[in-house]
């Protein structure tokens, strides 16, 4: 007889890391091939143009599973490439590479284009709070190793040479491997939805992709090779890179959602093809953004940018909002759900995370109470970690630390105490949470800040005071509505003064 196993409730109170993999399909427990070490790759961005909000989304997730596994205890080496040549205006190898293109359209060289969007999309990234990674490999300093990955693939039999360009052949591959295990394709599936496109005709079959393009007299971009001047096909990158700075099988791989096929089945053929394993253990794939409730699209106009939200640019965004604010609101999503923007929506989220960001100041100021209240701190810590622990569940998170924004409320208009030990736990994790796992700010610049605001309203109350003593009503009146009209709402009561952010 079989003994029924139920590791579901346990699950989600252990120590382990449970992680929904692409690949299988499954929450699967983490474990890592060479604890303490854990090596995690992301797709990073074509530096063409300026980062997307939809990229920026997949770009906050993974540094929350970055910040996780961190705070677990790992040694991680993230390593997230910049894409500076080879990405094609299609996925069908046509078209212009996109950053040749870019660069014919701003006058500028290639490199100029690579350097002016890299740096934007690391300006974007700082004040969106995300950590940087260990290693950000770019795909033009790597294409000796790029060449040697193409040189064993086709000493392996799987790529063919045709007028100065390689492709991989991807029927040769599907009858050792099974092309399509990650994005659950099949060949035959795929054949019906291709169709004819002009300059295909090198290829052996539609689904075959290019490792290497020759380039034409006009194109640019272009280096040697053994089979003539060319520049590498875009999935190539990624294989060489991962291989080279995490090794032949590494634990995680990331990127977004539109990301799966055709880049990274492409990625797990090359690799196999050439090393005769698996890449990754885990796949990881964050969920599309969209905006009031439809595919974000220029051309449509129903598309904002990361600093149209900073900025308040209109007509879609109402007003100016703070990076966190837009940092909690994507985080009060799961990664792998969609997750639709509207200014409701934001604007709702932003007042939650005034809240939040209130409670963490407050939490400071609370002294401990002689008796303890019934709030069970350590099992409230655990929830807290429980959620990260499945599948960085941020949004269960984010709810656990509203409930002890709660009992902060509670303390802090002296309706429940803490003793010692369960102020402490919820300091600490409240803390740690807010700015170690979320990365809602960092603790310098938030305790500076507040400061500083704590100074400018004391003076701000003592001029008032003053005023009101020598019965200046019109100048106290005056000190109230103006921080009235900036939500900061003056309470006079018989000890003097007390100011508070309206939320
Ligand atoms: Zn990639």
Redesign the pocket.
């Known amino acids: 007889m079989l003994v029924s196993f139920q590791p579901f409730i346990f699950v989600a109170m252990s120590n382990e890391l449970y992680i929904y993999n692409s690949l299988t399909r499954e929450k699967q427990l983490f474990n890592p091939l060479n604890p303490p070490f854990v090596g995690m ?1 992301v ?2 961005p074509t530096v063409y143009n300026e980062v997307h909000l939809g990229n920026l989304r997949t770009f906050i997730s993974f540094d929350l599973i970055y910040r996780w596994l961190t705070v677990l205890g790992y040694k991680v080496r993230y390593v997230r ?1 910049i ?1 500076d040549v080879g990405h094609l205006e299609n996925d069908a190898d046509e078209g212009e590479d996109k950053i040749s293109q870019r660069a014919r359209l701003e006058q500028l060289e290639p490199m100029e284009i690579v350097q002016k969007y890299t740096n934007r999309f690391h300006e974007v990234l700082n004040v969106f709070r995300c950590i940087p990674p260990s290693i950000e490999p770019t795909a033009t300093g790597h294409l000796i190793e790029q060449i040697d990955l193409i040189r064993i693939i086709l000493s392996k039999g799987f790529a063919y040479e045709v007028n100065g360009s390689v492709y991989f052949d991807v029927k040769k591959y599907a009858e050792y491997y099974n092309y399509g295990v990650l994005s659950g394709r099949n060949i035959e599936e795929l054949l019906s939805g291709t169709r004819d496109l002009d300059g295909q005709e090198e290829k052996r079959n539609p689904l075959d992709f290019a490792l290497w393009k020759k380039a034409g007299a006009t194109h640019i971009m272009r280096w040697p090779s053994p089979w003539g001047e060319g520049f590498p096909g ?2 190539l ?2 294989s060489a890179m991962s291989t080279k700075y995490l090794g032949t099988t590494f634990d995680i791989h990331g ?1 977004g959602m539109d ?1 799966k096929f055709p ?2 089945e492409c ?1 797990i053929a090359q690799h196999c093809a050439a090393h005769e394993n698996a890449p990754v253990n885990y796949w990881i794939h964050g969920n599309m953004l969209t905006l009031n409730g439809k595919k974000m699209s220029k051309s449509d106009g129903n598309f904002v940018l990361p600093f149209d939200l900073t900025n308040g640019t209109p007509p879609l965004v109402d007003k100016p909002y703070s990076p966190l604010s837009v940092r909690f609101f994507m985080l009060q999503a799961h990664y792998g759900s969609t997750l639709d923007l509207s200014m409701e929506a934001l604007s709702a989220s932003d007042k939650a995370f005034r809240r939040l960001q209130q409670a963490i100041k407050d939490v400071a100021t609370i002294s401990p109470g002689a008796t303890a209240s019934d709030f069970d701190a350590q099992e409230w810590a655990n929830n807290c970690k429980s959620a990260m622990n499945d599948d960085f569940n941020s949004p269960i998170l984010i709810a656990h630390l509203f409930d002890a924004v709660k009992i902060v409320n509670a303390c802090k208009d002296k309706k429940r105490s803490l003793d010692a030990l369960q102020l402490t736990i919820l300091k600490d994790n409240l803390n740690l949470y807010f700015y170690q796992v979320l990365g809602l700010d960092n603790p310098e610049s938030a305790s500076s800040q507040t400061e500083l605001l704590d100074g400018v309203m004391n003076l701000i109350l003592d001029l008032r005071k003053a005023a009101r003593e020598q019965k200046d009503w019109n100048t106290s009146d005056k000190i109230r509505n103006t921080l009235q009209s900036l939500d900061i709402v003056i309470k006079d009561g018989k000890d003097g003064s007390t100011w508070q952010i309206n939320n």
Do not use: A, R, S
Request: glycine letters at 14%; hydrophobic letters at 15%.
């Open positions: 790759y797709c990073g490439n894409t875009w999935h990158e990624c990127g990301l880049h990274h990625e």
